[in-house]
């Protein structure tokens, strides 16, 4: 039962444009989501979170949106740029307010940026 | 050191042998977390500490699967009779407890059973 999926096992961006990776999940008590980058070889990078209490968060090029009616999340970058050349994995957690919590990942979705 | 550190980077072993996998958080962090990722998959949770006992362990596969957090700092993953289906990149995590804290991850043991 995969409770957190994103369904684009890759992406390709021009430099410069938009990059839009997609999340969906299917728990309803998740309520704390964060974005994850991985290059080869290394362990997963935090990327940028938002609670279910906002429906956006924005820093620098990099902005998530939370749709959660339709359990949706999406992670913009813009512009794009080469060494944003990764994996990106969607993770969920339920109980935010109860400090920490286990983390259930996406499959990843590997965006390449072409110059 | 600054980060999560987990040692050794890469692990090859023969079936049913038995491997230890080390971490050593940040430093002050008393959240611990192990996940496994299989290719083309994401991280899997298998275990969470707080502090030196295990919060949360249903995430362990089988009873093969063992963790320890003896003084509440470094862990160690223990997995008897090794099997080839444990071959993953075995991840160590660490947080600070508290709201809207952010997991560090170390850069994983990839393990391999041959």
């Known amino acids: 039962d995969q409770q957190v999926k994103q369904n684009s096992p890759s992406l390709s961006v021009q430099e410069g444009r938009i990059s839009i990776l997609n999340c969906d999940y299917t728990n309803s008590m998740f309520d704390y989501f964060l974005w994850y980058k991985k290059y080869p070889a290394e362990g997963p990078t935090f990327l940028i979170s938002?609670?279910?209490?906002?429906d956006k968060n924005e820093d620098g090029r990099f902005t998530v949106f939370l749709n959660k009616s339709a359990k949706h999340l999406s992670l913009h970058i813009v512009p794009s740029q080469p060494g944003d050349s990764a994996v990106y994995f969607c993770a969920a957690s339920a109980g935010f307010g109860q400090g920490a919590q286990k983390l259930v990942f996406g499959q990843g979705t590997r965006l390449t940026i072409n110059p | 050191g600054a980060g999560v550190s987990q040692t050794p980077s890469n692990k090859v072993t023969e079936k049913g042998k038995y491997v230890e996998l080390r971490c050593d958080p940040i430093?002050?962090?008393?959240?611990l977390y192990w996940y496994r990722q299989s290719l083309g998959q994401g991280p899997e949770f298998l275990i969470y500490?707080?502090?030196?006992?295990?919060?949360?362990d249903s995430g362990l596969p089988n009873d093969r699967f063992f963790a320890v957090r003896p003084e509440g700092s470094v862990s160690t993953l223990k997995i008897q009779r090794t099997e080839r289906g444990d071959s993953a990149v075995y991840l160590c995590?660490?947080?600070?407890?508290?709201?809207?804290?952010?997991?560090?991850f170390g850069q994983g043991t990839r393990l391999t059973v041959v």
């Open positions: 938002i609670s279910s209490i906002k």
């Open positions: 500490f707080q502090g030196t006992g295990a919060a949360d």
């Open positions: 430093s002050g962090h008393t959240a």
């Open positions: 995590a660490s947080k600070l407890s508290g709201l809207g804290t952010e997991a560090f």
